[in-house]
Each structure stands twice: as structure tokens, then as C-alpha cells.
């Protein structure tokens, strides 16, 4: 009988830690409701016209870069698509060091998802992207690093789904790590491109730009065949 006590103690302190780790789960969803909903609401520019995140972002003078990485950081949370935001550093800071800041502010922004995704767990995340992409989840459980890297170069994932989904996935923290530092850079080097080629829509940089994308597009779907068996189930 002694030892019914401490045993009901260990019990309640794991039921009062749950309680307050759901408390936490639902606040980070209502601050990303509510971020998303003033962002449609005040900024709906944005979503329009990578132009006006430049103008933004510019406003800031020499903290531009700055602010620009912490708003790639968690502009994707807040449902601003990263292309969006890749495109408008290119125009704000041209191809290179747009490409630069965006790779910095993609990366930072795809460890937070990730561990948000460790934080709130497997059946958390799939209650948030829905069912239909469990299946993704089992894949990146086998073949993370092959996955993850596919959807890098080829982003038919939304940006931060993916982050969420990986972080609640058993895969190493190292593959994932390392296939979404090298998976990001083509598409993030081109997309900047085409921002500071949108200066001049016309143009043959613009065209060879579309043309550049298309192509790395088109290098993912060859590395998707040539590993087909590592990403099968």
C-alpha cells in the first residue's frame, strides 16, 4: 500500500504534463490561424505581387536582409508561399545575394517546422495535412533522405506541410538535415533568378530563367527514376 502514493504522483504529473502540452499545441495553432488570417487580411498584396514584399522589405534600409530572412523564416507558416518569397529577393537584392538570403531564411525556417512537427507528433500533423498523406509519411520513415530531397528540388509538397511531416517522421535529423540544404539550392538560386529578371518580363534572362526552372523541375522527376527503388514502399 505504500507504494500506491508516489505511483498516483508519477500518474498525475504525467497527466498535468500532457494537459499542458496540449495547452501548448493549441496555442501554436491559434497564433498560426491568426497570423495566417491577418497576413490575408492586412497584406493580401503580397500574395499578388512578389513586387510589394520587396517594397517591404526595402523599407527597412540596411536591416532589410535582416528582416528579409526572418520573414522567409516563418512566412511559410503564415501561408506566404516560399517561391513568393525567394522571388521577391531577387528583386529586392538581385539574383545572388537573394538567392543567399533566401537560402538562410528557408533553411532556419524548415529546422523550426521540423521541430515543431518532433514537438507536436505524428498524429498531431496528420490531424493538421490530412490523412492523404500518410502514405508520404511512411515513405519518409524508409527512404528519408531520398524523399526529402526529391521534394526539395521538385516542390510538389507545400513547403512547410513537408517540414511538418518530416519532423513528426522518424527520420534522422542529419538526412533530413542535409537533403533540404542541398535539395533547396537549385530552385532557390533560379527563383531569385527569375525576381530579378521580373524587372524586364520580356526579356531572354526572364525566358532563360522559366526555362532554367523547367529544368531542374525536369532533373528531379530523372533523380525521382533513377532512385525508384530506394523511394518505393
Known sequence: MAAVKPIQNVTEKRAEGSK???YLRLAIIVVLVGGSLWLLLAHSEWFRDPKAV???VLAWGVWGPVIFML???VGPSFLVPGAVMTIAGGLGFGTFWGAIYSLIGANVGALVAFGAGRFLGKSFVEGIVGERFHALLQKIAKNG????FYLR???VIPYNALNLLAGAS???FRDYFWASVIGMIPGTILFAFLGDALWHPLSPKFLLALLLI???VGCGELYRRWSRVKLAD
Open 20 to 22: 499542458l502540452a496540449n
Open 54 to 56: 520587396k517594397v517591404e
Open 71 to 73: 520573414m522567409y523564416a
Open 145 to 148: 533522405f531520398h524523399i526529402i
Open 153 to 155: 528540388v521538385v516542390p
Open 170 to 172: 522518424p527520420i534522422a
Open 214 to 216: 523547367g529544368t531542374s
